[in-house]
């Protein structure tokens, strides 16, 4: 997949949740949860990197099971990877479904309480319409 695809792949994950918004930082488009911190960055060979790849805030304990699971996709991305963000190589056909729920997860781990109650607002599905029965018709 070429490189311009793979970017507005991830932008379109990203901005798919409430808020979310892109700016530069540090020369690469990273992803922020509205006012608030970071929970997506591409990394376009920064410094040297072998892959694309995005940079993602975890859970403890996340990251470690991710390098283990797959030391091909996951990495453990510089500066921010003592801190427990994961590295996901972009480059080499990702699942992006996969993708999708790790940027999901990333959001959540760094979201404000508004933030987080507008996801799970999103997620639920509206309300029934309905239609006035013929008993309250006549009645009004």
Known sequence: MPQSRIVERLRKICLALPEANERLSHGEPTWFAGKGKVFAMLDDHHHGAEHVSVWLPQPPGV??????ADPDR?????????????????????????????????????????????LEDARQPPPPKTRPTAARKRRG
């Open 74 to 118: 996951f990495f453990r991305p510089a500066y921010v990877g003592p801190s427990g963000w994961v590295g996901v190589v972009l480059d080499r056909g990702p699942d992006w479904n996969v993708i999708a729920e790790l940027v999901r997860d990333a959001y959540v781990h760094v979201a404000t309480r508004k933030l987080l109650r507008m």
């Open 63 to 68: 990251q470690e099971m991710l390098l283990e």
